[in-house]
């Protein structure tokens, strides 16, 4: 894949954050990195569509998804990506298998229906073991679990791009290093290029093939990531 982010954006007002982060690449796992409030989500938000810049420009592989000088502003559903929250957002009223739907376009989502998923979404409810989990509620899920629900219905929409923002941050200790060797085999198994947010260098080493530094809003640098013998 290739990236191009060349955006420029006040978010709160005349004195609020300036995010002017400007990077490309062609690694198909990369990872921002950098200290809480760098403007990690917002630029995540910006490339899923959520925030729109005032000025610049987004593509993916060869696709315009933002330009404001020619005015093209692909609307978040039509942009071909999925984005993994922090918290996972699943909806606590919903049960897995409603979740997993929800995310599926064509009208499939019926929160009173009990209909067979698609074999796009089964494929990643067996892929993820939630075969015996799909009429229980996210509250009577562990973190894993919620987790990979989170995956599966992202995934399930086929997307060309997938953005983590923080995966592994709502995990403790040795629940992250299982699902972080979980993604990593993930990332070899499917061939789709993700962007990862993370402040944990581990994350950085297992997950990514380059780093982008963010800091203030700007990228301050870029650099391949430090293997561990
Ligand atoms: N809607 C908003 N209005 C005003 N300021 C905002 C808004 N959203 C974010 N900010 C500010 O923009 C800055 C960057 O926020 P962002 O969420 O991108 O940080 P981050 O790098 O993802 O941080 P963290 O690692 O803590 O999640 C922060 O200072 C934040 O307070």
Redesign the pocket.
């Known amino acids: 894949m290739s990236l191009s982010v060349d955006i420029e954006c006040r978010?709160?007002g005349s004195d609020?954050?300036l995010?002017r982060p400007r990077w490309h690449t062609d690694a198909r796992r990369v990872a921002l990195f950098?200290?809480?409030?760098?403007?990690?989500?917002?630029?995540m938000q910006a490339i899923a569509g959520l925030l729109r810049p005032d000025r610049g420009r987004i593509e993916v592989s060869g696709r315009v998804l933002f330009d404001a000088e020619a005015g093209v502003d692909v609307p978040p559903r039509e942009r071909r990506l999925a984005y993994l929250f922090?918290d996972y957002a699943l909806f606590p009223h919903l049960t897995v298998r409603q979740n997993i739907g929800f995310g599926l376009r064509r009208g499939w989502f019926n929160p009173h229906g009990r209909r067979a998923l698609p074999e796009q979404a089964r494929r990643w409810v067996r892929a993820f073991g939630l075969d015996a989990l799909m009429d229980r509620y996210p509250v009577q899920l562990s973190g894993g679990q919620r987790q990979r629900v989170a995956l599966a219905r992202a995934l399930s929409t086929g997307p060309g791009l997938l953005l983590l923002d923080?995966p592994l941050s709502a995990l403790d200790a040795g629940l992250r290093a299982r699902m972080r060797e979980e993604l990593a085999q993930l990332q070899r198994d499917i061939d789709i290029p993700t962007v990862l947010?993370t402040?944990d260098q581990a994350d950085v080493q297992a997950l990514a093939d380059e780093v982008f530094h963010?800091a203030h809003?700007e990228i301050r640098g870029q650099a391949e990531p430090v293997r561990r013998a």
């Open positions: 978010v709160g609020g954050f995010l950098g200290p809480s409030g760098s403007g990690k989500s917002l630029t922090q923080e947010i402040h963010i809003g």
